[in-house]
């Protein structure tokens, strides 16, 4: 069974950076595609950025484009997040999972892990 741990938030301002990891456990990671999504208070999760298997093909929301860079680590079983320049409508608990390969804003499974909580103060 597959089991996903996000890390990596805080609080920080306007501007700021912060890296997120996703660590995978189970499964075969360098098989599944990854993506991050995340969900702000009384608001429906949504479709941050993903990653095909090799790490090859990326895809991003338009309104992370450019400020967000997602990446993984085969051989740690880790996906990153890497955000830049960021903003208070950052703010939200930020998820991993596994993605379709055919359409990377969607989950294939409905797995998720406990997230992680960025805070962007203005």
């Known amino acids: 069974q597959v089991q996903l741990v996000e890390s990596g938030g805080g609080l920080v301002q306007t501007g700021g950076s912060l890296r997120l990891s996703c660590a995978v456990f189970?499964?075969?990671?360098?098989?599944?595609?990854m993506g991050w999504f995340r969900q702000a208070p009384g608001k429906e999760r949504e479709f941050v950025c993903a990653i095909s298997y090799s790490g090859g093909t990326t895809y991003y929301a338009d309104s992370v484009k450019g400020r967000f860079t997602i990446s993984r680590d085969n051989a740690k079983n880790t996906v990153y997040l890497q955000m830049n320049s960021l903003k208070p409508e950052d703010t939200a608990t930020y998820y991993c999972?596994?993605?379709?390969?055919?359409?990377?804003?969607?989950?294939?499974?409905?797995?998720w892990g406990q997230g992680t909580q960025v805070t962007v103060s203005s």
């Open positions: 189970g499964g075969t990671f360098s098989l599944f595609a």
């Open positions: 999972t596994i993605v379709l390969d055919s359409d990377f804003a969607r989950p294939e499974y409905d797995i």
